[in-house]
């Protein structure tokens, strides 16, 4: 177990930890939460070593292992096989569990012959830190810490990830913006919040509503407590000079001298989406006809691609990574041309392109406001600064130099960018990479409300189920048109990799069946799936139901306590507190056989 406690951290002027505490249990799986700037990556040095801190305790038995997703890219093996092995340990006979690690690296996304084959220095990036985190996972350490696995991985491989991690037997700490991702893996949720450290066993949600309710209670505590300090500065004034009074006035002095203030919680920052709409006066934006390209003409990433555009639409391009999904993007931008076929868009239809390649684009010697300034058609300085602020770059951080960005701050200003130039048709490329939860929800909100039509690139469950109504799929070699929601493609479709059976690719294995099953097989299976699927899906919502009105019933409970309190009722408030703690009880059991309904939901689906 692990335990940090009264943990000070601070950088210069920030304070990132005050008297914050938590611990690991045995088994427990923690999701942590908390703003992008809060303190997460920072924590996760602190418990490595990686990372001094100012005050408190960090205890770490004896002879417990910690893993960790690396970004430090050092690898001195031949193949990709043998960098991966390095990690494992002999068993007590002396075996080598390398079947393993064929297993992690081929759910990662790496075919047979590149694991066998290929030196991990020849890899791109993205799988090269992938490689990281199939050497982490193999190491199988007490404790492992991942900061944002996903945004590496394609699709398949974060299912893959997600399917794994509910199965990991040690403890984990998970650093994510995917919410969903993050709500099926964790049993628990660590929240950093206003410096202090809060953990629950539930999901985020859970977590974020528990906040919310300790926030109300101290806002109404802070209230009566400006009245009561109020009511004793009158007293004091009102008989400061009465003889009579002397007495009494000095103890209120006294009372008033003994009775700190509360002080304000203040505004938390987080990014707020709006996006910036031109008119659009027909329904078809763009169509694309017999669409084919390649950068090798004799492979093909895209072939024979056909679809429509709408006002109003939301298209996914979802698929695993280097098949052609940016490229699609690139395309449609005309930043690309097609080996054949046709993309043809309405005079009125207007682009704002969000793309990772695009960061790269900045103006390294401008600051953060001549960047944006640069987009607006009116080039106002004040609209600037507005933008700025909306990404978190406030007062003297908009005059940074987009040389002294991280990426994740320079993508914060190509998003400024885009929110301030006027469109009809937005295009995004994986535009929640950087963003922590609140801002993922506010970019969900800002799409729901855009009127023009939007197409995303992107891995993240979480705001493909929000987001997508209609699809543009790679997977099975080739590129295709799903008019249909995400939802729908998993229960119709399904990816080829999960409906094929096994997922490892290797001599260690057998073949895994062909995906070009019969229909009537194929029928037959989405049938059982419906079956299997229908009860869990009324457990689901009769769970949700029961967990809604404990829920209810616990905040009328803290109100009736408040109210109990002002009357000092003790009586009352030792009664409702009975009340209240039987009904938190029974919410951890319905969080937990919630838990347990979804975890089986999910693996049906």
Known sequence: MIQVQNLQKSFGLQTLFNDAGFQVGKGERIGL?????????????????????????????????????????????????????????????????????????SGLGFDKE????????MLSGGFQIRLNLAKALAEEPN??????????????????????????????????????????????????????????????????????????????????????REHLQKFIERFRYKASKAKAVQSKVKALERHEPLTDLGKIKTLDFEFTETSFPAKRMLRVEHLNFGYDENVPLIEDLSFELYKGDRLAIIGPNGKGKTTLLNLLARELKPCSGSIETHNSTVMNYFGQTNVNRLDLQKTVEEEIQSTLEDRARGKARSLAGVMMFESDNALKKISVLSGGERSRVLLAKILGKPCNLLLLDEPTNHLDMDSVDSLIEALEEFKGAAILVSHDEEILYAFAKRLIIFDGGKASFFDGTYQDFLERVGWSEETAGAIPRSSHYSCPPSRAADRRTRAEQILQKSRAIRPLEQKNKQIEGEIQQKENFVAECEKNIITAAEQGDGLKIAEISKEMETAKNRLAELYAEWERVNAELETTI
């Open 33 to 105: 939460v908390g703003r992008n700037g809060s303190g997460k990556s920072t924590l996760f040095k602190i418990i490595l070593g990686m990372e001094g801190y100012d005050g408190g305790n960090v205890n770490i038995p004896k002879n417990y292992s910690i893993g960790y997703l690396s970004q430090h890219l050092n690898f001195i093996h031949a193949t990709i096989f043998d960098e991966a092995c390095s990690v494992l340990k002999p068993n007590e006979d002396g075996w080598i569990e390398s079947y393993k690690v064929e297993s992690i690296l």
């Open 114 to 121: 590149t694991i066998e084959k290929k030196s991990p220095n």
């Open 143 to 228: 404790l492992l810490l991942l900061d944002e696995p996903t945004n590496y991985l394609d699709i398949v491989s974060v299912r893959w990830l997600q399917r794994f991690l509910r199965n990991w037997q040690g403890e984990l700490m998970l650093i994510t913006h995917d919410r969903r991702f993050m709500d099926s893996v964790c049993t628990h949720t660590l929240g950093i919040h206003r410096k202090k450290m809060r953990k629950i066993q539930g999901n985020v949600a859970k977590l974020q509503d528990a906040i919310l309710a300790e926030e109300e209670v101290y806002l109404r505590t802070l209230e009566n407590d400006a009245a009561k």
